[in-house]
């Protein structure tokens, strides 16, 4: 468990260097919208962004996995996430989820 540890810690690094790639997308989101905290009731486990960590995620975004609601800050996120192992997923999740406590 302990060599997973620094293998975790640096995906969730090199994923927070990737920032959130909104782009410009069709509704006309870009990076600064990310970043922005999104009015209404957060619904996922996590406050911020399993991505990025540090964009607030938009309560509107969100996705299942194991049995709970994971968000995200923009819909770009969405194809990183896919994109990635169950241990990945695992360990951004708790990265995002530790985040968010005070």
């Known amino acids: 468990m302990r060599r997973l540890m620094p293998?975790?810690?640096t995906?969730?690094?090199?994923?927070?260097l990737a920032a959130c790639n909104c782009g410009s997308n069709e509704k006309g989101e870009n990076e600064a919208m990310?970043?922005?905290v999104k009015p209404g009731a957060v619904t996922s486990v996590n406050h911020y962004c399993v991505i990025n960590s540090s964009d607030p995620v938009n309560?509107?975004?969100n996705k299942e996995y194991k049995g709970q609601q994971v968000g995200f800050?923009?819909?770009g996120c969405y194809k990183k996430?896919?994109?990635?192992?169950?241990a990945e997923k695992d360990a951004a999740l708790a990265a995002a989820v530790a985040k968010g406590k005070p």
Do not use: G, N
């Not at 995906?11 to 927070?16: D, L, Y």
């Not at 996430?81 to 169950?86: C, F, K, Q, R, T």
């Open 7 to 9: 293998i975790a810690a």
């Open 11 to 16: 995906i969730v690094a090199a994923m927070a």
């Open 34 to 36: 990310c970043k922005e």
């Open 59 to 61: 309560p509107k975004l």
């Open 73 to 75: 800050c923009c819909k």
């Open 81 to 86: 996430w896919d994109a990635m192992s169950d």
